[in-house]
Structure formats: structure tokens, C-alpha cells
């Protein structure tokens, strides 16, 4: 039976360049689906992929990928921002890799666009109001 994740893999600026990725498909007989691709600042990486493959091709490759040094993280859970505790500070805006989280220059309202999240839950620790929260 076929076994479908999304996870988020973090890489340091030691292993980004690494054709680890690719490795998955040949050594592991993973599909993978490069959903995001992001350099962060301090030039780490950050990846949300899906992984397909039999369970067990799965925990192989997600074990090699630890033992690479890569953070795998798997997305388990749903962003959700409380507007009524939003008070539109723009913390989550500089630490959102993606934008989901941006001000709106008219407005000047912090906006988010759950199409663009990709559940890396960096804004929840930023939120001094705990606004973002993930639901399982
Ligand atoms: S950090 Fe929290 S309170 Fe500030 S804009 Fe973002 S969601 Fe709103
Ligand atoms: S979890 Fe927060 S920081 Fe991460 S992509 Fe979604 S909105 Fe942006």
C-alpha cells in the first residue's frame, strides 16, 4: 500500500547544496513533489516536499536524511490565525518563509493567506499574542 507524507525538511548551509534529495528516488524508491524551496537567512534551507513510497522506503529515507544532518519534520497539523488576537504587529512577517504572512501596504494590516502556508510553524513562538495556532 502506497504511503503519502508531507514533511519539512531543514538544512544547514553545510548540507543545502547536497543532491541528498535526489537520492531518495534512486536509493529509497521515493517519489518526491517539491512543494517549497526557500533559503532562509543564514543561508539555511528549507524544503516542504511530499514523499510517496511503501512505509518502510519511507522510514529509510527519512533515516538517512537524519543521518545527513537534515531536520525532518513531518506536517501534521493546520494554521490557523485567531483574528480577534491578532493585533497586526508584523512579528510573524519577518520569520514567514513564504509570505503567507505579509503586511498590506494600503491597510497596513498583517494579512495571512493559508494557500501559502506550508505549516513550518515559525509564527507561533514569534506571536506575542499566540494568534497562530495549529490544530491536528
Ligand atoms: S505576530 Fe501575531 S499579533 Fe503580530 S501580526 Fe502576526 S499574528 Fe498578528
Ligand atoms: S506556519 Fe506561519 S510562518 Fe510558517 S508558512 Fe505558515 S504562516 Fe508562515
Known amino acids: 500500500m502506497e504511503y503519502r507524507k508531507k514533511i519539512v525538511l531543514r ?8 543532491p541528498l534529495v535526489y537520492r531518495l528516488a ?5 517519489q518526491f513533489n517539491i512543494l517549497k524551496a526557500i533559503i532562509l537567512p543564514r543561508q539555511e534551507g528549507l524544503m516542504v516536499m511530499e514523499l510517496a513510497g511503501t ?15 537534515v ?11 485567531d483574528e480577534e488576537q491578532c493585533v497586526h504587529c508584523g512579528a510573524c512577517t519577518a520569520v514567514c518563509p513564504t509570505g503567507a504572512l505579509h503586511v ?7 494579512l495571512f493567506d493559508p494557500e501559502r502556508c506550508v505549516a513550518c510553524e515559525l509564527c507561533l513562538k514569534t506571536c506575542p499574542t499566540r494568534a497562530m495556532r495549529a490544530s491536528f
Open 55 to 69: 512505509e518502510e522506503d519511507y522510514h529509510r529515507g527519512v533515516e538517512y536524511l537524519l543521518s545527513k544532518g
Open 26 to 30: 534512486r536509493e529509497f524508491n521515493l
Open 71 to 81: 531536520s525532518v519534520e513531518p506536517i501534521e497539523s493546520d494554521i490557523m490565525r
Open 11 to 18: 538544512f544547514s548551509s553545510r548540507t543545502w547544496d547536497k
Open 104 to 110: 498590506d501596504r494600503e491597510s497596513m494590516e498583517v
